[in-house]
């Protein structure tokens, strides 16, 4: 007798959105949706309701409301964790060096290629304004004006990179001062013997957690980048970019020039890495650079790219990368070397070749004598225009397209942060090769289960 059974296959499990598709969906919607409510408010006003009496304006309820309030605490919860997680991670890397001297060699390298990938950035920036003169022939007027505040100079950049009070560092968010007592505390703690073994066993476990926690927060993306956008498109007029087009055209390009052309020859040519690899790898870093526009805000997302996803060693990236998001000026270069010439052509001044070399060199430079100064980009503009004797008054015409250009600038110098500390890597055997070869390396550790967290609640 033959007895025959039914089995029925199980039904396969949908498979979940990566992060990065999540966070290009939070994105668009968050463009499609902050477009029609400024469209809506453009062309029929303010809409208002009473609420127990109260007059509410839909306008602030939503874009100064909802959206101001959600994505002020997704910016604030990313900046929550850059200072732990630089002096963390930066103990854990510099205790563990076996040869003090190694640093002096990872400082050296990395500065070199920050300044160089910047002395490159502003050269393209020059020579392609040169040929397309976005500035020809436009007649602009601003209502605003810009005061150009006082940048350090060079000198007393390096002065205040020592730090007379460690804690009060930390507390201002002050990078390179928190860089350098993290350098000095790691070092003692390698010369220290059991004690120093001791600690180090306890930063490392600190390293473990708060690595735990950009990984949760890596989770909530989505809906904070949604509410970014939504709010940055709501209030950003379309008008004001139309008037400045070709500008913000010709910087967009030039930051796609340095991105997916100099970027990858310099990491090809200096590491022989595949710069595919890279630039897949980058983009979780990138969304998250382009809609919080602040590379320190993104510093815990680089960070773990540079070491789970591209195979640094944490030796490495926990130096290169929080110096690179300090000093890595590369995409603010871009838009100083557009902007310089497109100034000059809208007031008819005509600049010589010595000039724009000089523009080439004060950008470079400044890019390290204003490190860590908020406002640095518009501050180093003012020092270029300076520089050459032309009206700083002009920075005004350009405030109305920087946001935008900010966030797109912001994207190029994450992904420049993580090609030098690749390199630097490189340069020291200490890139896992694997690691970085592998295109599922770090996917792992994107999803959380938040339901194990319910099960034991």
Known sequence: MTTSTHSSSPKPIPKK?????????????????????????????????????????????????????????????????????????????TSSLSDPSKLGRLGGKSILLYVATTAIAISLAVSFALLVAPGDGLNLTSESTYVAKEAPSLGQVIINMMPTNPINAMAEGNMLQIIVFSVFFGIAMSMTGDAGKRLTAVFEDLSTVVMKLVTILMNLAPYGVFVLMAKLFATIGFDTIASLLKYF??????????????????LKVLSG???????????????????????????????????????????????????GSTINMDGTAIMQGVATVFIAQVYSVDLSLSDYMMVILTATLASIGTAGVPGVGLIMLAMVLQQVNLPVEGIALIIGVDRLLDMTRTAVNVTGDCMVACIVAKSENELDLDIYNDPDAGKKDEEVDFEHFDRNS
């Open 17 to 93: 959105l990566g992060l990065t598709a999540r966070i290009f969906i939070g994105m668009i919607a968050g463009i499609i949706i902050g477009a029609l409510l400024q469209w809506l408010f453009d062309d029929s006003g303010d809409f208002s309701f009473s609420v127990f009496g109260l007059h509410v304006s839909t306008y602030a309820l939503l874009v100064e409301g909802i959206f101001n309030v959600v994505g002020s605490i997704f910016i604030a919860s990313l900046k929550m964790l850059v200072v732990p997680l630089v002096f963390v991670s930066l103990v854990c890397g």
């Open 249 to 266: 055209l010709l910087v967009v390009f030039v930051l796609f020039v340095h991105a997916f052309v100099s970027y990858p020859i310099i």
């Open 273 to 323: 890495l595949s710069p595919l690899i890279l630039i897949r790898k980058m983009r979780d870093a990138a969304l998250f650079a382009f809609s919080t526009s602040s590379s320190s805000a993104t510093l815990p997302i680089t960070l773990e790219t540079a070491i789970k996803k591209l195979g640094v060693k944490r030796t490495v990236a926990s130096f290169t990368v929080p110096l």
